[in-house]
C-alpha cells in the first residue's frame, strides 16, 4: 500500500469518525446533566436528516437544515418531558430501557412517515463528481463540511459551558444537583435543555452527512452503537477526548477494511468496546473528576 492510499483511508476515517465523536458528543451531554445513557442518540441524527430532506422540498437548503435541526431538539425536550421527567428517580437500568424503547418508537415512527427508501440531502458544496486534491488523495468537498461542523460544535460547547451562564448552571446541576437547587437552579429546566442541546446536535451532523451517506428510516441504531463506544473509549463525560476517541475509531475502522473484508468494518466497534469495558472500563483518558460541560 503506497503513501497515497494511506493517506486516503486514514481521511476516510477521519471524516467517519468525526461523525462518531459528535454522536458521543451528545451521550455526553444527557449523561453529565443526568447519569442516563440515552440509546435513541442515533435516531436523533435521522430524525433531523430526514426531516431536512423532506423540507428541502419546500425552502433551500440552509433553512431547511436549520428547521430540521430545531424540530428535532423540540422532539429532543418532549422526550425527557414525557418519558424521563416521570420516572427520573429510577434506577439507570430502567431509564436505559426507556431510551432503547424510544429509540425503537422513533424508528418505526420514521417507517410509518418516510418508508424504507433510502434519501439524501444534495452537497452543500458542488456535487457527488467534486473532489478536492490533497497530497494525491482525493476528498469531497463534504468531507471539509463534517469536520468543519464538528470543529465548529466542539468549540461552541466549550465557549457556551465555560462563558454562559445557562451552561455554568449546566455545569452546576453536573457537579452536585441539590447545591444547583439550593443556588436556585431549576434542574430539571437543565435537565430538558440538556436532550433538546443533544437532540440539535445529532440532527446537524445527521444533516451534514446525509450526502456523503444517504439516509434510510433503520441507520439510528449502528450509529448510536458507534458513539457509545467513543464514548466509553473517551471517557464518559469527557467531550474532548471522544473527539480523540472518535478519530481513532474511525481510522481503525478504515485500517481494518483496507486489510479485511468490508463486513468486518462493523466488528471493529464492537470488539474495541469489548476490551474498553474488560481492561479500562473509565475509558482511556479517564480523568479522576470527568464532566463533558468541563471538556
Known sequence: MDFTQVLQYCLAGITVGSVYAIVAIGFNIIYSATGIINFAQGE???????????LHHYMPLPMAVLLAVAITAVLGGLVELVFIRRVRDASVLRLIVITIGVSILLREGMLHVWDE?????PYFTGTSLSTIGLMGARISPQVLWVLGVCTVIVTALTL???????GRAMRACADDRMAARLC???DSRMVTLSFMLSAAIGALAGCVISPLTQTQYDMGAPLA????TVAILGGLGNSMAAVVAGLLLGLLETLAVSQLPVAYKEVVSIVVLLL???FRPSGL???????ALRA
Open 160 to 166: 457556551f459551558f465555560k462563558l454562559t451562564l445557562t
Open 276 to 278: 474498553v469495558l474488560i
Open 225 to 228: 452503537i458507534k458513539g457509545f
Open 184 to 186: 436556585g437552579i431549576k
Open 285 to 291: 483518558f479517564a480523568r479522576r473528576e470527568t464532566s
Open 44 to 54: 436523533f441524527l435521522i430524525v433531523g436528516a430526514m426531516t431536512a430532506v423532506s
Open 117 to 121: 427508501q433510502v434519501r439524501g440531502l
